[in-house]
C-alpha cells in the first residue's frame, strides 16, 4: 500500500507524507486512541482517496493483553459529495445576489414617492424580506457554502414581537393560497437571542406550514409563557400548527437530516431543499433551546419551539419593537 499522506484540506489531495511511525496501523499497534483522522491515500491505479481512521481501546479480562482497534474507512464519496454540495451553495447564493439587489433598489426608490398606505405596506414587507435575503447570502458566502455559526451578541428581544412579524410577512401567501393564518400572540416574551438567526427560524417554521397546508386548510401560531420548573427555569414556548399533509412515522426520525424531505412532502411536488428544519434546529439548540415536531399524515403538523425566558424576566421588559433586518 503506498504510504499514507496527511491532507492540508479536504478539497486538495496530497500533503506530506506521513513516517512509518506516525502512520495508523504504528500508531494503533501503540495503543494509541484518536477519532475521525482524516488521510489522504494514492492508489496503485492513480486514485486519491479520503480516509478516516479511528481507534477504540477493546475490553479486556485480567489475563489478557490490551487490544486496539483500528478501524480505517474510505469516505471518499461523501466528501468529494459534501465539497460539490459547497460549491452549488456558494454559486447559487453568488448569482441570487444580483436580482435581489435590484429588487430591494426599486423597492427603496418606490418608497421614496407619495404612495397610499396600502401600498406602502406591502412595499414595507418586501424591503424587509429582500434585506434579510441580502444578509443571509452574505453569510453563506463568506461561510464557503455551510451553515454559517451565531456570530452576532445576544441581546434583549420580545419573542413576541419577533414571531408577529414573521407571521405578519407570510399573510399574503396564506391568503393566496386560501390558508387561514392566525396568531396568538400571549404575554410579553423577554428572551436573550440574536433576534435575526431566531427570525430565520420563526419565518421557516410558518413557511413551512402555509406551504404544505392545502386550500381551506389553516394555521395557527401560539406564544406561550410557561414555568417555573422543578429547577425554576421559565420556558417561551412557540408552537406552529397546521392542518397540512402531515408527515409519515416512518420520515418523522429523519426529518431534521440534512437534504432529507418526507414522503408526503414530494408526493406533493412541493419544491424544497430538506435544509430547512435542521438548519432551524440548530439555531434553536445555540439558544439553549428544543425543537419537537409531532405529525400524522393527512392531519397536520405541530412545530414546537421552547426557549429559556431571560433570566431577570420578572423585570418589566422595554417596547418589544425589533427591527426586521436585524
Do not use: C
Not at 157 to 177: H, K, M, Q
Amino acid at each position: 500500500m503506498p504510504p499514507a499522506r496527511a491532507p492540508p484540506s479536504s478539497t486538495t489531495r496530497g500533503g506530506t507524507a506521513l513516517r512509518e511511525a506516525d502512520r495508523p496501523v504504528a500508531r494503533a499497534a501503540r495503543g494509541e486512541l484518536f477519532s475521525d483522522e482524516r488521510l489522504w491515500l494514492f492508489d496503485a491505479e492513480g486514485r486519491w482517496h479520503v480516509l478516516s481512521a479511528s481507534t477504540r481501546e477493546l475490553v479486556h479480562g485480567p489475563a489478557e493483553p490490551e487490544t486496539t482497534l483500528l478501524v480505517i474507512r474510505d469516505v471518499t464519496e461523501a466528501v468529494e459529495a459534501e465539497a460539490a454540495r459547497r460549491t452549488l451553495a456558494t454559486t447559487v447564493t453568488h448569482e441570487l445576489a444580483n436580482p435581489l439587489t435590484a429588487i430591494v433598489g426599486y423597492t427603496d426608490l418606490l418608497l421614496e414617492e407619495d404612495l397610499p398606505e396600502r401600498s406602502r405596506d406591502p412595499l414595507e414587507l418586501i424591503e424587509a424580506a429582500g434585506q434579510r435575503m441580502e444578509r443571509l447570502i452574505a453569510e453563506v458566502l463568506r461561510a464557503g457554502g455551510r451553515d454559517a455559526p451565531l456570530e452576532e451578541p445576544h441581546r434583549r428581544i420580545d419573542a413576541r414581537a419577533l414571531l408577529g412579524a414573521s407571521v405578519e410577512s407570510f399573510l399574503p401567501a396564506a391568503r393566496a393560497g386560501d390558508v387561514a393564518l392566525t396568531l396568538r400572540p400571549g404575554p410579553e416574551a423577554p428572551i436573550d437571542a440574536d433576534a435575526f438567526r431566531l427570525r430565520q427560524v420563526f419565518d421557516n417554521l410558518v413557511n413551512n406550514a402555509v406551504k404544505y397546508t392545502p386550500r381551506a386548510g389553516s394555521v395557527a401560531v401560539a406564544l406561550d409563557v410557561e414555568g417555573p420548573d422543578e429547577a425554576g427555569r421559565r420556558d417561551v414556548t412557540i408552537t406552529v400548527r397546521d392542518s397540512g399533509i402531515g408527515i409519515a412515522p416512518g420520515d418523522l426520525p429523519r426529518i431534521f437530516d440534512d437534504y432529507f424531505r418526507a414522503e408526503t412532502a414530494r408526493d406533493a411536488g412541493l419544491p424544497g431543499t430538506g435544509l430547512g428544519l435542521g438548519i432551524s434546529r440548530r439555531i434553536v439548540e445555540q439558544h439553549g433551546g428544543t425543537l419537537t415536531l409531532t405529525s400524522e399524515p393527512g392531519a397536520g403538523t405541530v412545530a414546537t419551539v421552547r426557549l429559556p425566558l431571560a433570566l431577570d424576566a420578572d423585570d418589566e421588559p422595554g417596547p418589544g419593537r425589533v427591527p426586521e433586518g436585524d
